[in-house]
């Protein structure tokens, strides 16, 4: 049994592709620009949480104990309005800040493994205590910040001001 084609057909079809690559384009808005997507920060990774802290610049501040994360585990911290993830490591903590280099991906969103934390935007990756790219399409690296332990507190050593 041979079918036709009649306009009628053809203009459905159309309307059900034009509507496909519509709904896939506001799809991307939602997750590029909105940044509305799986969260990724609560997988296996404890309450994630973002603090505020302001103090002299170039003085050390104490942003958080020994023991508020787990290993691969970040906090946002807001220092003096500037935007800074603090890290859990293997062997400490590590402080970079919150931007891709790329295309401004938030950090502290992504994902932090063995010492590599990973931009969810467009899957660039940096070593956390040197900042360097490990992965593009990022070509720059992060600038990162001296972090240390002193009797059980974690002291950003010379914050943004």
């Excluded at 990774?45 to 290993?71: C, M, N, T, Y």
């Excluded at 502290?108 to 934390?117: K, P, Q």
Aim: glycine share 12%; proline share 4%; charged share 20%.
């Amino acid at each position: 049994m041979a079918s036709s084609v009649t306009p009628t057909t053809l203009a459905l079809e159309l309307l059900g592709v034009l509507t496909l690559f519509y709904s896939g384009s506001l799809g991307g808005v939602l997750v590029t620009r909105n940044l509305i997507s799986v969260d990724h920060r609560h997988a296996n990774a404890g309450k994630w949480r973002e603090e505020r802290f302001s103090g002299p610049p170039g003085q050390p501040l104490v942003v958080g104990h020994a023991d508020d994360l787990k290993e691969d585990q970040m906090k946002l911290l807001i220092v003096n309005g500037q935007r800074i993830v603090l890290a859990r490591l293997k062997r400490g903590f590590a402080a970079f800040d919150d931007g891709c280099t790329h295309r401004g991906g938030s950090l502290a969103d992504g994902v932090c493994i063995a010492g590599c934390v990973q931009c969810l935007w467009h899957g660039s990756q940096f070593d956390c205590t040197t900042g360097e790219v490990r992965n593009g399409p990022a070509k720059k690296k992060l600038r990162v910040y001296e972090v240390k332990q002193y009797q059980g507190d974690v002291l950003l050593v010379s914050p943004p001001g």
